[in-house]
């Protein structure tokens, strides 16, 4: 008997086969326990293809529901359609599979398998071929994903993309503005977001160069307590108003003779800043 190391072949053809289709199911278990446990190559007792089987104790590794009876039909069979040939003896039956080497050599089943396909090809082509077209086309429409199908993108892959490409864009006011208008660039369907983001960015960047640079400049706020108005200077100083009105201070002394009257003076209440072209 042989043992359960190495492995053997089942060909496809078995699926055509008699035992396959119009047999029960247990039968083809059977058949292929024999071929599993015949010898794969010649020993003392037994040549390639041979072994000695003791089906009634042998039943639970074959299979749970497998009969001492089923064995005996499918033996039957086997042997009406010359596949295998036993003699019994004593303590059980001595079985070889038939053809064994033939079962067992791919290459034969491979020049089988060209000349069936051969057959197949000549008689396919005088054979007509009726299509339902409409099936084919539902089949097609429910499977194949329409191509270039527009995906809106979400603000953690715009923010990943701008910083791939070093974009300087707020993202949350691009997807507000083409929310809004639809997804349109235009008046057509947006058709890559990627593209839509280098365009803005482009934009924004062509803005940025044309307006012309500015810089907070500051500026001090001077209070006349006469006229009680504010004057606007770019440096700190002592000022005085420059109204004829308020021309209420004097300076010098009489017996100098150089006395004159001078504007009320100044006080720097606040600052303030403005935007200034640099």
């Known amino acids: 008997m042989a043992n359960n190391t190495g492995a053997f072949h089942i060909a496809r053809q078995l699926f055509d086969s008699e035992i396959w289709i119009k047999k029960p199911a247990t039968w083809k278990i059977i058949w292929i326990y024999i071929l599993g446990r015949v010898n794969h190559s010649d020993s003392t007792n037994f040549q390639r293809g041979e072994g000695f089987f003791r089906f009634s104790r042998e039943l639970d590794k074959i299979g749970y529901d497998i009969t001492e009876n089923m064995v005996k039909k499918c033996l039957s069979f086997l042997r009406e359609k010359q596949m295998i040939s036993t003699s019994r003896s004593t303590r059980g039956t001595r079985l070889k599979v038939l053809n064994y080497n033939k079962l067992q050599d791919l290459d034969y089943f491979t020049s089988t398998s060209r000349s069936t396909s051969s057959e197949r090809q000549v008689n396919d082509k005088g054979t007509p071929i009726v299509k339902n077209v409409k099936n084919e086309r539902m089949i097609k429409t429910s499977i194949v994903p329409p191509k ?125 800043f403005k935007k200034e072209s640099k």
Not at 168 to 189: M, Q, R
Request: with cysteine; net charge neutral; hydrophobic share 25%.
């Open 148 to 272: 270039n199908k527009f995906i809106k993108p979400t603000k953690a892959e715009l923010d990943a993309y701008c910083e791939k490409m070093k974009y300087d864009v707020n993202t949350e006011k691009w997807l507000a503005h083409y929310e809004s208008n639809g997804w349109k660039v235009g008046k057509n369907p947006m058709k890559s977001w990627q593209s839509a983001l280098t365009t803005w960015n482009l934009s924004n960047k062509d803005k940025s160069e044309v307006q012309p640079s500015v810089r907070e400049v500051e500026w001090y706020v001077y209070w006349c307590y006469h006229c009680q108005e504010e004057y606007f200077k770019k440096e700190r100083g002592n000022y005085r108003c420059t109204k004829p009105d308020c021309q209420c201070e004097v300076r010098g002394s009489v017996e100098d003779g150089n006395l004159e009257e001078i504007g009320a003076k100044l006080e720097n209440r606040r600052n303030i």
